[in-house]
């Protein structure tokens, strides 16, 4: 029987300078709308999308789902979506649009983030084209876009103007092609389509707010930051604190943007096969920090490897005079913790911590 080696490093910098959407139909088998039945291929985002009044259907009760929709209801419900319809001081400037028409605080509040470029005309009657939808989409949802996509279409030429914001959707499943080599940019959106796209994006959302993806601005993609084990990172946390109370120290913050970042470097360990502060794809513990765009004053870690409980690693670190002397640090005021889990069975653990 093989033995594990048990591995526990310390990494130490200081510097000195300044819910996830389900989109679930209702238990009625019977479908509220007279055009769409509950086998629809659209049938619990149309659903979705009208019970929360992102979408209207008519006072008929249809829904009318292969009609086309005017880049006025697209803005109205993209903002509605994200709470966004409402007042704002912003004026923008174009003259084809009524102060007094039902979409101008949609447009407003989109414009004013620049998901609709303000300029002189909006064309608000004019139906909207899949490559119009997809760009307001991801800047209104705030998705990162850039040019380094696994998914590519064959009727996008390589300097289509909206080529980056539909492939960087397509990898990560927000929207998708007409017949799995072409996207059809040009071709107007159905309101069944808008639904699916509006529920797709909601859902992204609620991984990034549920701290569950991050985006990774070295390898340009989206990275899945779940936790092994919550309830073992809280824990780990947890007994940090019960140490830093026992010494008389203020209770370390439990950082969630940290703990994705401990999550990235965990998963680094597996992905590239090496065990050490230094990653061969980041650089030291503060580059990967960077990466992310997170901002510290100074910044430690400790890793550790082959453990199985939160209390056997903390204690590890504890009788490790280095490790111990990082949890100890007084100055440190946030903490990160990550854990993965590799397919031969090995544990790894990273602990991060930073000054804020």
Excluded at 1 to 23: A, D, E, N, W, Y
Excluded at 79 to 99: C, E, I, Q, Y
Aim: proline letters at 3%; charged letters at 25%.
């Amino acid at each position: 029987m093989l033995k594990r080696t048990v591995s526990i490093f310390l990494c130490l910098l200081v510097l000195q300078f300044s819910g996830i959407l389900v989109v679930q139909a209702g238990n009625s088998p019977v479908s509220p709308f007279k055009d769409v039945n509950t086998k629809h291929w659209a049938f619990k985002e149309i659903e979705y999308v009208t019970s929360k009044n992102f979408m209207a259907k008519s006072s008929t009760n249809t829904f009318s789902p292969n009609s086309t929709i005017s880049r006025a209801d697209a803005v109205t419900t993209i903002a509605r979506s994200l709470n966004l319809d409402k007042a704002t001081k912003f004026k923008p400037k174009f003259v084809d649009v009524d102060t007094n028409s039902t979409y101008y605080n949609a447009l407003s509040q989109l414009a004013e983030r620049g998901a609709v470029k303000d300029g002189t005309n909006f064309n608000p009657n004019s139906q909207i084209t899949r490559a119009q939808f997809v760009t307001i989409l991801a800047a209104a949802f705030e998705i990162e876009v850039d040019d380094v996509n696994k998914k590519a279409f064959k009727d996008l030429s390589k300097n289509y103007w909206a080529k980056n914001s539909i492939e960087s959707l397509a990898d990560l499943g927000i929207i998708g092609g007409v017949d799995g080599i072409n996207f059809a940019p040009e071709r107007k959106v159905s309101r069944a389509q808008m639904a699916i796209f509006i529920c797709r994006a909601l859902e992204f959302k609620a991984k990034v707010n549920n701290n569950e993806i991050i985006y990774d601005y070295l390898s340009k993609e989206y990275l899945d930051t779940k936790q092994y084990s919550d309830k073992w990172a809280q824990e780990v946390i947890s007994l940090v604190n019960k140490e830093r109370a026992k010494a008389k120290l203020p209770a370390l913050v439990e950082d969630k943007r940290l703990c994705q970042i401990a999550v990235v470097k965990a998963q680094d360990f597996i992905k590239h096969d090496y065990f050490n502060h230094l990653s061969k794809f980041y650089g030291q513990p503060w580059d990967l920090a960077a990466v992310f765009d997170y901002q510290f004053t100074s910044f430690g870690e400790n890793i550790a490897k082959n453990f199985y409980t939160p209390q056997s690693v903390l204690t590890a670190w504890m009788n490790s005079p280095s490790h111990k002397e990082n949890i100890l640090r007084s100055h440190y005021t946030n903490i990160g913790v990550g854990i993965r889990e590799s397919k031969d069975g090995t544990m790894y653990w990273v602990q991060m911590f930073a000054s804020k």
